[in-house]
């Protein structure tokens, strides 16, 4: 592979890789964040779901400038459009089926929230046939693993207290990771 081309790991193949990783999370996070935006944009995201999508990002273990964008664009996600028009061409249909899967997670999607999908698959250049056969797989999909997917949305307190002091944690080691390893 593309790792071992001279017979050992490639440093840096692996340090771009790794860069092309963390732009597509980008894409992902940012088109997340526009739709939870969507849903009802005369109110922007309260702090306890600012804070579930920072504790989300979190764990993704970004790089630090990566990490930023990813916060920055929670708060201010570009539109639907920009966002797939910059994303690659696989990468725009993971994002829409994520966006998809995501909209099925309460219930119900609202009509701020099909548009989004709608506006977001037409700059993608997914047409309208591709588009009922990703939302019929997508609701396949949540309905055979609704389960599984509903653990990760809880709410429980104590789990929201132990992500917090997690996240706290996990920024303060990030943010000095030079002065710890020297």
């Known amino acids: 592979g593309a790792y071992y081309r001279k017979g050992d790991l490639e440093e840096s193949a692996i340090v771009r890789h790794r860069a092309f990783a963390a732009r597509e999370l980008l894409f992902l996070v940012e088109a997340l964040a526009g739709l ?9 995201l309260d702090a306890a779901r600012r804070r579930t999508i920072f504790r989300q990002i979190t764990r993704l273990h970004l ?16 539109t639907p459009k920009d966002i797939a028009r910059a994303a690659g061409p696989r990468m725009r249909i993971f994002v829409l089926e994520q966006l998809l899967l995501t909209a099925l997670a309460d219930g119900r999607a609202s009509g701020n929230e099909v548009g989004y999908i709608r ?7 997914v047409t309208t046939e591709q588009l009922a056969a990703m939302q019929a797989e997508a609701a396949a999909y949540y309905a055979a693993n609704k389960e599984w997917l509903d653990a990760f949305a809880s709410t429980d307190p104590a789990m929201e207290w132990a992500d917090d002091v997690a996240e706290r944690v996990a920024h303060a080691v990030t943010d000095n990771v030079g002065a710890i390893l020297t």
């Open 36 to 44: 939870a935006i969507a849903e009802n944009p005369a109110q922007p």
């Open 119 to 125: 506006t977001f698959a037409e700059a993608a250049q």
């Open 63 to 78: 790089p630090k400038m990566e990490d930023r964008a990813a916060r920055a664009s929670v708060v201010a996600p570009r």
